[in-house]
């Protein structure tokens, strides 16, 4: 990660966390050199179930966008800074559809199509035709509380079925709650926690599926 990528990373952490959440990641990056363990939970929805009636708040426009909407990239490269400059490639082979204040990006949903890679697990995986993986999905902090996410969330499932797809995948750190909460919210269903392990450069994933009704 280049230094301006991490002075990026860095000052969005103190906006959304504060400084003691950012020391505590900062430290945490650090130790993650020789040990890391965490869990992150993966999570379903099937995009042929109905989905009800959601208003976009006064103001916001949806849509999907394109890799000649520079501006709206921009935005979001700069909302993301792990993103940066990979935003068109994604585009190439997935979608996105982002939430507009005027010409100014307040959220955004990254979904990518056929071969996904996961950061937090550190691994690729190939999917089906019919299936899609959200990748990220992000609300300016202030835009928050308005239930922009399910807006963006609820219009992503309506691209997708359109476009023949019968599901969408995406998962959270277990920590992450509101991240969680809000997938919770829209429809998708737990399906397992993958319990990923870093010792001295040695990976270990082990999976543990999530029984239907346990949450």
Same mark, same amino acid.
């Given at each position: 990660?280049?230094?301006?990528?991490?002075?990026?990373?860095?000052?969005?952490?103190?906006?959304?966390?504060?400084?003691?959440?950012?020391?505590?990641?900062?430290?945490?990056?650090?130790?993650?050199?020789?040990?890391?363990?965490?869990?992150?939970?993966?999570?379903?929805?099937?995009?042929?179930?109905?989905?009800?009636?959601?208003?976009?708040?006064?103001?916001?426009?949806?849509?999907?966008?394109?890799?000649?909407?520079?501006?709206?990239?921009?935005?979001?490269?700069?909302?993301?800074?792990?993103?940066?400059?990979?935003?068109?490639?994604? !585009? =190439?082979?997935? #979608?996105?559809?982002?939430? /507009?204040?005027?010409? %100014?990006?307040? +959220? *955004?949903?990254?979904?990518?199509?056929?071969?996904?890679?996961?950061?937090?697990?550190?691994?690729?995986?190939?999917?089906?035709?019919?299936?899609?993986?959200?990748?990220?999905?992000?609300?300016?902090?202030?835009?928050?509380?308005?239930? !922009? =996410?399910?807006? #963006?969330?609820?219009?992503? /499932?309506?691209?997708? %079925?359109?476009? +023949? *797809?019968?599901?969408?995948?995406?998962?959270?750190?277990?920590?992450?709650?509101?991240?969680?909460?809000?997938?919770?919210?829209?429809?998708?269903?737990?399906?397992?926690?993958?319990?990923?392990?870093?010792?001295?450069?040695?990976?270990?994933?082990?999976?543990?599926?999530?029984?239907?009704?346990?949450?």
């Amino acid at each position: 990660m280049s230094i301006s990528v991490s002075l990026k990373k860095v000052q969005r952490n103190l906006n959304d966390y504060g400084i003691g959440e950012t020391l505590r990641k900062a430290v945490s990056a650090l130790a993650g050199s020789v040990y890391l363990e965490r869990i992150y939970r993966i999570y379903r929805r099937d995009l042929r179930t109905a989905q009800p009636a959601v208003e976009v708040p006064p103001g916001i426009e949806l849509r999907v966008i394109g890799a000649d909407d520079a501006e709206a990239i921009r935005d979001i490269e700069t909302m993301e800074e792990w993103l940066q400059g990979g935003v068109r490639d994604r !585009l =190439a082979r997935g #979608l996105c559809v982002a939430a /507009f204040d005027g010409s %100014r990006v307040a +959220g *955004f949903n990254i979904v990518a199509f056929r071969e996904i890679f996961v950061p937090l697990l550190n691994v690729t995986r190939r999917l089906r035709p019919d299936q899609a993986w959200s990748e990220q999905i992000t609300v300016a902090k202030d835009y928050r509380k308005h239930g !922009l =996410a399910s807006v #963006l969330r609820y219009r992503v /499932f309506s691209e997708l %079925r359109q476009r +023949g *797809f019968r599901a969408l995948y995406g998962g959270a750190l277990i920590s992450n709650i509101a991240s969680l909460k809000s997938a919770q919210k829209v429809g998708f269903q737990f399906l397992a926690d993958v319990r990923y392990r870093k010792v001295l450069g040695r990976e270990e994933r082990r999976y543990r599926r999530i029984d239907h009704g346990a949450h």
